[in-house]
């Protein structure tokens, strides 16, 4: 069976996922408040590379940028921002359509499932201080079939 990361177009298919999605965040005035602080200049290639990772895609995001404790560092001590949380995923759906996955495909209800997941679970688990990540976390996977046992960030 073809991996996710294939059915998405490899690196570069989620390359324009995460450039429609960033696009679609720095419109929104509540997610982009997540960015007011600045971003990497590079944050679509590496959310791409990430996402990669992910979905079954090669490892570049953890030899190249970090591990799953780095990232999750990052999104972490924010207090809980569930209707920032739930933006995102809606800006997310509007990506997946910016991007031509159309409604019916069963690859966009796999990312869609991802993208809510790791943004309600991983991104957001340790709201009270980054300090409360754990060294060592790794990548989450996710298959067609949901989160892949056993794979990163606890399983959640």
Same mark, same amino acid.
């Given at each position: 069976?073809?991996?996710?990361?294939?059915?998405?177009?490899?690196?570069?298919?989620?390359? !324009?996922?995460? !450039?429609?999605?960033?696009?679609?965040?720095?419109?929104?005035?509540?997610?982009?408040?997540?960015?007011?602080?600045?971003?990497?200049?590079?944050?679509?290639?590496?959310? $791409?590379?990430?996402?990669?990772?992910?979905?079954? $895609?090669?490892?570049?995001?953890?030899?190249?940028? $970090?591990?799953?404790? *780095? +990232? +999750?560092?990052?999104?972490?001590?924010?207090?809980?921002?569930?209707?920032?949380?739930?933006?995102?995923?809606?800006?997310?759906?509007?990506?997946?359509?910016? +991007?031509?996955?159309?409604?019916?495909?069963?690859?966009?209800?796999?990312?869609?499932?991802?993208?809510?997941?790791?943004?309600?679970?991983?991104? *957001?688990?340790?709201?009270? *201080?980054?300090?409360?990540? #754990?060294?060592?976390?790794?990548? #989450?996977?996710? *298959?067609?079939?949901?989160?892949?046992?056993?794979?990163?960030?606890? $399983?959640?």
């Amino acid at each position: 069976m073809q991996s996710v990361y294939d059915a998405a177009g490899g690196y570069e298919g989620l390359l !324009r996922l995460a !450039r429609a999605w960033h696009a679609r965040v720095m419109a929104d005035e509540v997610v982009s408040h997540a960015f007011s602080h600045g971003f990497h200049p590079e944050h679509s290639e590496r959310l $791409g590379a990430y996402w990669a990772e992910a979905l079954g $895609g090669p490892t570049t995001f953890t030899t190249e940028y $970090g591990d799953e404790t *780095s +990232v +999750v560092r990052i999104h972490s001590g924010n207090g809980p921002h569930e209707e920032m949380d739930q933006r995102a995923i809606t800006c997310f759906d509007h990506a997946l359509e910016d +991007v031509g996955i159309a409604a019916d495909d069963p690859l966009r209800h796999v990312l869609r499932d991802y993208f809510a997941w790791a943004t309600t679970t991983t991104m *957001s688990r340790y709201d009270r *201080s980054a300090d409360d990540v #754990p060294n060592g976390l790794t990548i #989450p996977h996710w *298959s067609w079939h949901g989160l892949v046992p056993g794979s990163g960030a606890d $399983g959640g």
